[in-house]
């Protein structure tokens, strides 16, 4: 670990530049060969073919409803076989609420607490490269990672779904349909939404991942959580008190499949989940800022 004087001599060495070390390209390398990286899109890849094939033997899709406060409850299962395009919604409709959670616990939650794990941290750090590039450099791979892996599973299923019932307009459940033209960017909406709203797991995750050396602690205490808000947006007896759950708002891009564009509950689902994800976060810089590395 780099104490204050040597990190200020090396400050006026010629050449060293703090911003300038972990460059973000080094360690997007570094979290991009590691196996779990692989492993998770494997994973991400290979689910819109698994319903394809779940489609094909089991006949006519259909069942429960959509869920979600703030969203219009849609049934996307009943229409998941009538365009590409709804194929990639009723993807992201049956892992919004737990796979998606899974890569970003992943890559947020492992990425500091491995490094301790692998007795790496004191290195890098005396390397010297400043806690707060660390983490910086580190977050950002992080949630570059998560959000890669939420574009690839609607961009396969996009794909997949071409080849295997071709492409249309997405039709609703509810009635009408949105024209082939509007389809790509109301799913990339749909995608933005899931993203920022995971950002909470993600601080979750990354905060844990400061505070452990165990990776598998980290990540599954970010997975453990989010199934507790889960849980408690159930408890319909916490009334109004489950808006300030981020679990309470996650189907809410529900309102951006609508012919009528609806903002309101997307609108206070990201500021709900933005609100926890900024604290959190701030909560790993400042912890991490004093902590005794010895691993």
Partial sequence: MSSAPEIQALAEAPGYHARRTLPLRVEAMRQLRRRRTLLMGGVLAALPFILIIAFAIGGTPGGGDGGGGGGSRINLMDVATESAANFAAT????????????????????????????????????????????????????????????????????VAGAAAYGWGPLKLPTGGALAS????????????????????????????????????????????????????????????????????????WADALQPDLEWGGMAKGAAVSVTYALILFALAFRGFSRKDIVS
């Fill in 181 to 252: 033209s509007d389809t790509v960017p109301r799913l990339a909406l749909v995608v933005a939404f899931v993203f920022v709203s995971q950002l909470v797991t993600a601080g979750l995750a990354f905060w844990l991942s400061t505070k452990t050396d165990a990776p598998l602690g980290a990540v599954g205490g970010a997975v453990g959580l989010t199934i507790v808000g889960n849980v408690l947006d159930a408890v319909t007896a916490l009334g109004d008190w489950r808006e300030f759950l981020p679990a309470h708002w996650q189907f809410a």
């Fill in 91 to 158: 993807c992201l409709f049956v892992s919004a609420g737990f796979l998606l959670v899974v890569p970003v616990a992943l890559f947020c939650g492992d990425t500091v607490a491995s490094e301790a794990s692998w007795s790496s941290l004191r290195y890098l750090l005396a390397a010297p490269v400043p806690r707060s590039r660390l983490l910086w450099s580190k977050l950002v791979v992080a949630l570059g990672f998560s959000l890669a892996a939420m574009v690839l599973l609607p961009l396969v299923a996009l």
